[in-house]
């Protein structure tokens, strides 16, 4: 399976199309890791490794799902490390979104996504991981959708995009207004 996720990722890094400067280096960052056949796609490949998540909207694209991450004390979208049985990166974001708040949506063909490339260092406090190379997917769910608290978080809420906790981690924000940007430009 590892080999099926080091070619979405390849191909998501390959297809991104960056809309100004700070994401055409994040695609060549992203290249940078991902063009071999040795990428760092696992939690153990190293201290720089690849995540998923989703960035969730409600239908009319004005609040965002947050988790409060308990162990980096701050508010972020769900996503997580990817592990074997996921068949693409979509795949693992969208597990992740479920195991963090209960939601479960349908798969999502890669091809279809609207998404960012974000790499982001991280605290000590997340022991020797160094950093992730983040898939954030854009998805859409209904704000009536039955949410949970995993282990892993300490709340679930939903937030208005203008109007975002003081307590966010480090570009969320600028990721969420990305996104929204790619949405309308593909709506």
């Known amino acids: 399976m590892s080999g099926v996720l080091a070619a979405s990722m390849s191909a998501l890094v390959r297809d991104f199309t960056p809309r100004d400067a700070v994401e055409r280096t994040s695609q060549e960052d992203f290249a940078s890791f991902f063009v071999h056949g040795d990428s760092p796609m696992w939690?153990?490949?190293?201290?720089?490794?690849?995540?998923?998540?989703?960035?969730?909207?409600?239908?009319?694209?004005?609040?965002?799902?947050?988790?409060?991450?308990?162990?980096?004390?701050?508010?972020?979208?769900p996503g997580g490390h990817l592990e074997e049985g996921d068949e693409s990166i979509a795949a693992g974001a969208l597990r992740e979104l479920h195991e963090e708040t209960g939601i479960r949506l349908d798969a999502v063909a890669d091809g279809s996504l609207a998404y960012d490339l974000d790499h982001h260092s991280l605290s000590s406090s997340f022991g020797?991981?160094?950093?992730?190379?983040?898939?954030?997917?854009?998805?859409?769910?209904?704000?009536d959708a039955e949410i949970t608290v995993s282990d892993e978080s300490e709340d679930v809420r939903w937030w208005p995009v203008d109007a975002l906790p003081a307590e966010l981690a480090g570009g969320v924000q600028r990721r969420i207004h990305g996104l929204l940007t790619r949405m309308h430009d593909c709506g």
Not at 45 to 69: E, I, M, N, Q, Y
Not at 128 to 143: E, Q
């Open 128 to 143: 020797r991981c160094a950093s992730h190379l983040d898939v954030g997917i854009a998805v859409i769910v209904d704000r």
């Open 43 to 77: 939690r153990d490949s190293g201290p720089d490794h690849a995540t998923a998540s989703c960035v969730v909207f409600d239908p009319a694209l004005r609040h965002t799902l947050l988790v409060f991450h308990g162990k980096g004390r701050f508010w972020v979208q």
